[in-house]
């Protein structure tokens, strides 16, 4: 008899002895011995059962261990074939969380074509669109040699997808970054490239690399904005510090652009740490933070200001802000005043 029916058996037969030793006491004519007997039966076969039961899970998991040191590819298909198991007793009540386990079994298989297809299927049945899902989804397609141009365009939406949800997020931004790269387009990338710097998601030699890379696009383009804004169209903002107490000193002031109705990454934005107030900048197609037409060419956008005393980009934090709808058309300067109404 196998392990595998051995078990059921010891187990069935010591809980089958067991129910018979109440009705052996109840019988008068019955020996106290018999029930003596058969109460030691019923734990050496439940006893057993126990033992075997947990012999043969260890030995189980002593040889998926084994087979992960030796042939870490079939410890992960052989993973990935009980997550199988699992998805297809479960039918459509599956979580999408395990079909993103799958996935991650498979990838780590080398299988990488079903884990593009698990992680797909994480992404239809999650209810909202969960950024870690989005971001695998693309990583598979992005590292497969074969993709198609329809793969990789699928692969560019899921970063966009996980970059409206989370506009911080690393690896989305790694991405988003690579591919812009990949396209050329150096000024595209530098905003996504720095939050991958500030997240330290690379260490070591990767980061320094990046950081590098990231002062030579910042000063290439600083080169090229000085040879062409001069005649370029220009947005001018004075902002004003808050009208209640001492301005505000140190920090960093942000003043950026964008959409009424779009998501919540700005199209252009400029930095000015320590500013002196009242502050004048000019915002200028240079300062886009990504391709696409000109500033000027919108009906509408927000010009909004803040000033964040840790430096930190993301608005709502920790310092005074202000915004005001403008047509980029007409409008081409402002005032803004920090924390009330716009200046008399």
């Known amino acids: 008899m196998t392990t595998t029916l051995l078990l059921p058996v010891l187990i069935i037969a010591g809980a089958v002895a067991l129910g018979l030793i109440p009705i052996l006491l109840r019988r008068r004519a019955a020996p106290a011995r018999v ?12 006893g057993f059962g126990g033992l075997a039961y947990l012999a043969s899970d260890n030995r189980d998991t002593a040889k998926r261990v084994a ?10 298909r052989s993973f990935a074939g009980d997550l199988r198991e699992r998805i297809r007793s479960q039918g459509e009540s599956a979580q999408a969380e395990l079909h993103f386990r799958l996935g991650r079994a498979l990838s780590a298989a080398g299988d990488r074509q079903d884990a593009i297809a698990a992680y797909a299927e994480a992404n239809r049945r999650s209810k909202d ?11 598979a397609r992005l590292n497969d ?3 198609s141009v329809d793969s990789h365009r699928i692969a560019e939406r899921r970063i966009e997808q996980a970059l409206t949800v989370a506009p911080r997020h690393p690896a989305a931004n790694f991405y988003a970054g690579a591919l812009a790269l990949g396209e050329g387009n150096e000024v595209e990338a530098l905003p996504h490239l720095r939050i991958v710097l500030d997240s330290g998601l690379l260490e070591g030699g990767a980061r320094e690399r990046l950081a590098q890379r990231i ?4 000063a290439s383009r600083d080169e090229s904005a000085s040879d062409t804004d001069e005649d370029a169209p220009s947005l001018r903002v004075t902002v004003h510090p808050p009208e209640d107490g001492a301005p ?5 002031l942000f003043v950026f652009l964008r959409r009424p109705d779009g998501p919540p990454m700005p199209l252009a934005a400029r930095r000015l740490n320590a500013p002196q107030w009242p502050v004048t900048v000019q915002l200028r197609d240079s300062d886009r933070l990504s391709g696409g037409p000109s500033l000027f060419s919108y009906e509408a956008l927000v010009v909004a200001a803040r000033w964040s005393a840790s430096g930190d980009a993301l608005s709502g ?14 409008d081409r300067a402002l005032e803004l005043r920090l924390g009330g109404r716009a200046p008399d």
């Open 248 to 252: 505000p000193e140190g920090g960093t």
């Open 215 to 218: 002062e030579s696009i910042a």
């Open 129 to 139: 669109d969960d950024p870690g899902f989005l971001v695998a989804e693309a990583e």
């Open 35 to 46: 029930a003596g007997v058969s109460a030691a039966i019923a734990l050496i076969a439940a």
């Open 145 to 147: 040699s074969q993709r």
């Open 67 to 76: 087979l992960y040191e030796s042939n870490p590819h079939a410890a992960m």
């Open 317 to 330: 934090r920790d310092g005074p802000q202000a915004q005001q709808n403008i047509d980029p058309g007409s």
